[in-house]
Nanobody, 114 residues
Framework: QVQLVESGGGLVQPGGSLRLSCAAS????????MGWYRRVPGKQRELVAT???????DFGDSVKGRFTISRDNAKNTVYLQMNSLTPEDSAVYYC????????WGQGTQVTISS
């Protein structure tokens, strides 16, 4: 059974940082492109960041320069380091694993508010 379990979400003040983690099981993690997406109610899902098996990364325009993505293949885990957070970053963040098939996590809420 495939599982993607996100953790690390929460409430942070503007300008703060958060680190999200996504632990994968049931898939050959090292061959999957891992990613983070986010969704705000009433809006389309938005790309946050992806990291390919070889380590190449891609970021959504709104997070470039503030967020970084990394992976630890030994731990089957992908991380999203989020810095300089603004209220516009508030969303449910979803972990994605993509190869010949897509898998999604349940999501973790991130709220940026003073």
């Amino acid at each position: 059974q495939v599982q993607l379990v996100e953790s690390g979400g929460g409430l942070v003040q503007p300008g703060g940082s958060l680190r999200l983690s996504c632990a994968a099981s049931g898939i050959p993690f090292s061959i999957y492109t891992m990613g983070w997406y986010r969704r705000v109610p009433g809006k389309q899902r938005e790309l946050v960041a992806t990291i390919e098996p070889a380590g190449s990364t891609d970021f959504g325009d709104s997070v470039k320069g503030r967020f970084t993505i990394s992976r630890d293949n030994a731990k089957n885990t992908v991380y999203l380091q989020m810095n300089s957070l603004t209220p516009e970053d508030s969303a449910v963040y979803y972990c994605n694993a993509r190869a010949y098939i897509n898998f999604w996590g349940q999501g973790t809420q991130v709220t940026i508010s003073s």
